[in-house]
Every structure is written in C-alpha cells, then in structure tokens.
C-alpha cells in the first residue's frame, strides 16, 4: 500500500471518521507541510510523555507517576466520584470550581447500535474502585453519575445506578436545568454549577 493509501486507511480507525473525511485529512496534510510536522512532533510527545491515568483513567502527561494531578491530590475529596464520559468532561466540570472530588472517565457510553456494551467501558473497575474504599473504610462514599442527558447517556446512568445499587452508598446524578439531548461541554457554566449543587 502507497503512503497516501496507508494513512488514509489509519485515519479511518479513528471512531466517527470515514474514509472520505480520512482521505480529506491527506491532502490537507500534504498541501500543509507545516501542519504535517507539527503532527509528527505532537505524535511523538504523546507516546513518550502521555498516559492513563491508573485510577480515573484521565489522561495526563505522566512524569514518572502512574497517577493523574487530581487522583495524586490528597486535598481532594476522597469519598467523592464523579462519572463523566469522556475526558474532556473533566476539563469543564474543573472550570466551574464546583466540584473537589475525583472522577472517573467511563470512556463512553453503552449504545446498542454502535455495539458498545458495559464491559468496553471502565465500570468493572469503577466497581473496583467503590470496594476497595469500603475496604478502607471510608464513610460516607458518593458516587455522582455525570453522563450526558442524551439517550445513551441516561441509558448508562440507568445501568449504573442498577450496578452499584448493592453497594449501599450515595448514588446521585446532576439536577434539572440541563435540557435533554446536550452535552456538558455546550452548557453554560452557571446551568453546569446549578445542576452539581442540585444534584439528586
Ligand atoms: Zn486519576
């Protein structure tokens, strides 16, 4: 396979992007040889310096710890979690201020016409993660469920409601005022802070 070829067929592996858009990619590429350079920098430095994180499964530019800046802060709270999504949630619940605890990046959401099922996302270690601070005897352990109010958002938060109901802790999610079908990066910050201190 040419080069031309080769790349368009990686650029297709990403999820959502089809051979048309990876072929589009290419060109641009190549018609832009300084966008072409800062690609192969930026490749670079995110094999050798990022990661994911042990715990929360964020990523982060490791440094020699195998935990994220927030899962390594002890000045955070401990016995408060919050499942977001994706990792670019983090970086906009982070912006509001509102919330002190640590995360959990589910990687997705559970969506029967992709053929994403629970086990590809990180619940089975979240799961883990509930035990172990029970283990430790940690009080008071909430879990807040910060999925997107789209269909398979709910349908995951459902779904880990069931799961960790036998655990016997505090399971909320956020409150009202985020209209159905968005997603947390496109809600303002004060809707975003009113749902974290409405949370049910
Ligand atoms: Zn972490």
Redesign the pocket.
């Known amino acids: 396979m040419d080069s031309i070829n080769s790349l368009i067929k990686s650029f297709s592996k990403f999820p959502s992007i089809g051979p048309r858009q990876a072929a589009k990619f290419v060109s641009y590429l190549l018609k832009n040889k300084m966008l072409l350079d800062e690609f192969i920098k930026n490749f670079e430095n995110l094999k050798i310096k990022a990661t994911i994180?042990n715990?929360?499964f964020?990523n982060f530019d490791k440094e020699n710890n195998n935990?994220?800046p927030?899962?390594s802060d002890k000045k955070r709270i401990q016995n408060q979690i919050c499942v977001v999504e994706e990792n670019e949630d983090i970086q906009v619940i982070e912006k509001t201020k509102i919330f002190n605890g640590l995360y959990h990046v589910l990687g997705g959401t559970i969506n029967p016409i992709k053929k994403i099922s629970s086990t590809d996302l990180t619940i089975e270690m979240l799961i883990k993660r509930i035990k172990n601070l029970q283990k430790e005897n940690i009080k008071n352990i909430e879990i807040i469920i910060a999925t997107n109010p789209t269909s398979e958002g709910e349908l995951t938060r459902l779904y880990l409601e069931k799961e960790l109901e036998p655990f016997n802790i505090k399971i909320t999610h956020l409150g009202r005022g985020i209209s159905t079908g968005s997603t947390l990066e496109y809600i303002d910050e004060n809707t975003l802070i009113n749902a974290f201190k409405n949370r049910v």
């Open positions: 994180c715990q929360c964020m935990l994220c927030i899962c």
